[in-house]
């Protein structure tokens, strides 16, 4: 996986996409840490869950092992930004408005090197905005693989096995598994489980 040599002194973004379960939020962590090595100072912000998403509860992910605050705008930033921080890493990107692409943009404009973890695809493999946006701004694009729990090959696709079919579901894990390009659905499926028992049921009962 390239990383990128970053010039201290000029502004940069970088996208790490994926599927849930992908590992993210560990390689934007992975990223946050070597600047941390490079005595470089660092902020990390992750969104609060707003009113829209109800039914849920933000989850922190691994970014408990690492400084972040919760902010509800990507504005709000800019009131948070100290003055010495060279690296702003964002997680959770898909959960911001579209506004976060142009502070995104301004970060970079003034010298911050800008790291975004985010979900690319919805549960109906739809692009999730902001990320591709700002996957077409950003000067570098790791797209992550999970894998697959029905075939075990790479996994794009985040397959919601249960709950309605909102948009965002957040905070449920169990209620997701990263699928293939050919076990995903567009609708809500069975989980894995149940799904190989039900296969099985459907093969014993199918006469031959
Ligand atoms: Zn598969």
């Not at 693989?145 to 075939?151: G, L, M, S």
């Amino acid at each position: 996986m390239p990383e990128f040599s970053y010039v201290h002194s000029r502004g940069w973004v970088e996208v790490i996409v994926g599927s849930m379960f992908s590992g993210k939020t560990e390689e934007l962590i992975r990223r946050l840490r070597r600047a941390e090595f490079a005595r470089l100072q660092i902020q990390v912000f992750k969104p609060i869950i707003d009113k829209r998403y109800n039914d849920m509860a933000v989850t922190s992910h691994d970014l408990t092992s690492i400084n972040s605050l919760p902010i509800q705008d990507a504005e709000e930033i800019w009131n948070h930004l100290k003055p010495d921080t060279k690296v702003v890493g964002i997680d959770e990107g898909q959960f911001f408005e579209q506004n976060l692409v142009q502070v995104v943009q301004d970060l970079a404009e003034r010298g911050l090197r800008v790291i975004i973890a985010g979900l690319d695809t919805d549960w109906q493999a739809k692009p999730f905005e902001p990320m591709p946006t700002l996957m077409a701004v950003a000067e570098s694009v790791t797209k992550q693989h999970a894998v697959c729990v029905v075939c075990g090959v790479p996994a794009s696709r985040t397959q919601r096995t249960a709950g309605g079919d909102s948009q965002v579901l957040v905070g449920t894990h169990d209620a997701y598994e990263a699928r293939c390009r050919l076990h995903f659905k567009p609708a809500v499926d069975l989980p894995t489980l149940d799904w190989k028992l039900k296969r099985e049921e459907i093969v014993a009962t199918t006469p031959s």
